[in-house]
């Protein structure tokens, strides 16, 4: 049980930007015989919902509000400075509720207010859309700036986060950060591309516009790097990238992945013409249609058994790790065993089938995540591109 819920956690904490509510359906989908784990899932709810710095509108309100470590107030309530407001947030919902008057003061209240106003104009000037926020913290020492920009392209099937998060010492007049880009593209496949760049600068004027104007020269800076990387990676490498394996430099084959599926025998017994043909094969679903010709033992034996459970015929011949190896090449998934349907006799030589080292799991598995960081530049170019159109 616990390694379960660990693992379902691990998918909450990994969901992309804006599919957080798809996540949750998927894994209710998973877990549907324990369904108490759903319930367990808050703290990982809180952690995601912080570390996203996931927005949210007030009641009453339309500007929509941040939620991080910097601005809780525990007991899930959070404030926010700008509004002079506290409120509760639910995080299983993403809701907020409850909000009562809170005044920030103490000893950066000052810095805080001035910071939050330029920030205010530096976000309108070079984001589309955005939500920010500036809090006082590690005990009122030091002020936490955050920046974050959502846009959601499901029907270009793509979604990304911009997120920045700055940290003001203002003894010392260090400002350290970081950029954080999230793109999740999944039109050909299933891509994620994560972005994590530091930011360290000094502040010479203990000012709000000084602290904006740090912050703005390194937000430039990122994106000139993004754009270099872009121009430099032409099209033909981007869709070379896109389907190579940074570890083990293997091709993965996307069309195949996603077309894994679960056949019933009545499906496959469809596919039994030399121009269209399945085998089964120990309840493994095998396309052999291009396999036909090359076929070492024939076009015949290979379409007596087409649509059919092939695993005696096959097992009979005594085929070596070689045809099973080639096997693996024509799996298109697996067969659904019902009442009825013919089960094939166990042989003498009961080899195991092949190793399943097609993905079958990943044709309903959520989340193939595949991390490439070159490939962020170019989503990185074109989120960026928008804030450029948008502040040009
Ligand atoms: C997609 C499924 C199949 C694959 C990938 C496959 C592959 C091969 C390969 C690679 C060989 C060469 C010998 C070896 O390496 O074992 C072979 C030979 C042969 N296969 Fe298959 N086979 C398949 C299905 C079948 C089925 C269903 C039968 C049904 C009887 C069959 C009958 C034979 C025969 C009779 C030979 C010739 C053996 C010989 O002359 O030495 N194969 N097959």
């Not at 509004?83 to 509760?88: H, V």
Request: hydrophobic share 35%; with cysteine; aromatic share 10%.
């Amino acid at each position: 049980m616990a390694s379960s819920l660990a693992t379902i956690e691990s998918f909450v904490e990994g969901a992309p930007p804006g599919e957080l509510s798809d996540v949750i359906n998927d894994i209710k989908t998973l877990t549907v015989n324990e369904p108490e784990l759903v319930s367990e899932l808050g703290p990982a709810f809180e952690k995601y919902n912080e570390e996203q710095f996931v927005t949210v509108k007030l009641p009453g309100s339309s500007q929509q509000v941040v939620i991080s470590s910097h601005n809780s107030l525990g007991d899930g309530r959070y404030f926010d400075v700008e509004s002079s407001s506290s409120f509760a947030f639910d995080h299983a919902t993403q809701k907020a509720s409850e909000v009562q008057s809170h005044v920030l003061d103490g000893a950066q209240a000052d810095l805080v207010k001035s910071t939050l106003k330029s920030l205010s104009t530096y976000v309108q000037e070079h984001y589309p859309s955005a939500s920010y926020g500036v809090y006082p913290t590690e005990n009122d020492t030091k002020i936490a700036v955050i920046i974050v920009a959502n846009k959601y392209s499901p029907n270009n099937y793509w979604n990304g986060r911009w997120r920045s998060l700055y940290i003001f010492d203002p003894p010392s007049g260090v400002l350290d950060g970081s950029i954080k880009v999230d793109v999740h593209y999944y039109e050909d496949g299933n891509v994620r591309l994560l972005t994590n760049k530091p930011i360290s600068g000094y502040v010479s004027s203990d000012t709000g516009a000084g602290i904006c104007k740090e912050i703005a020269a390194g937000e430039k800076k990122y994106q000139e790097e993004l754009n270099r990387g872009f121009t430099s990676l032409s099209e033909g490498a981007f869709k070379s990238l896109r389907r190579q394996l940074p570890v083990t430099r293997q091709k993965i084959e996307w069309d195949r992945v996603i077309s894994y599926r679960e056949f019933t025998y009545q499906d496959v017994a469809e596919h039994n013409t030399k121009k269209d043909l399945f085998l089964v094969i120990h309840d493994k679903v095998y396309d052999s249609t291009k396999f036909i010709d090359e076929h070492p033992g024939g076009e015949e034996v290979l379409l007596d058994v087409g649509g059919q459970d092939a695993t005696e015929a096959f097992e009979d011949v005594g085929h070596s790790d070689e045809a099973r190896e080639t096997l693996e090449k024509y799996y298109v998934g697996n067969v659904k065993r019902q009442p009825g349907d013919p089960t094939p006799k166990a042989t003498a030589s009961a080899v195991a089938p092949p190793a399943d080292t097609s993905g079958a799991g990943m044709g309903t598995a959520l989340y193939a995540f595949v991390f490439i960081g070159g490939l962020a530049a170019y989503f990185g170019y074109q989120y960026l591109q928008q804030n450029q159109e948008a502040s040009a």
